[in-house]
């Protein structure tokens, strides 16, 4: 099994709680999410079309896609529409002001 490595994805200020957004670590389009003081981080592509979760409209922990309202839990990537299509999750730490997401194979760095 390939070793993680943390990487940063936002300011731990930069989102309230109950709040989302995209963001962007080692290659990958993520999604972060606030929900009751903890962060987390899933894939930001819905397994449905594809369309960016950073859009869409999170209820505690259930996000729902922008585009065709399905719906999934941040905690664990749960799909609640389709059981059968979870989302990524990725493991979380926060530490000096930052969010990290932890990414196994992440694209080197450009420049
Ligand atoms: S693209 Fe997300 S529900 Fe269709």
């Known amino acids: 099994m390939l070793n ?10 930069s989102l309230a709680d109950g709040a ?6 080692g290659g990958r389009r993520l999604l972060l999410a606030k929900v009751e003081g903890r962060f987390y981080v899933t894939e930001d592509a819905c397994p449905h079309r594809g369309a960016s979760l950073g ?15 399905w719906s999934f839990d941040v905690t664990h990537g749960t799909g609640l529409t389709r059981p059968d299509k979870p989302l990524r999750t990725y493991r979380t730490e926060v530490r000096d002001g930052q969010v990290w997401a932890a990414i196994t ?3 080197p760095a450009a420049g």
């Open 4 to 13: 993680p490595t943390f990487l940063p994805v936002a300011p731990v200020d």
């Open 20 to 25: 989302c957004r995209s963001v962007e670590a």
């Open 55 to 69: 859009g869409g409209f999170l209820q505690g922990c259930e996000i729902f896609c922008p585009l065709h309202g």
């Open 105 to 107: 194979n992440p694209e």
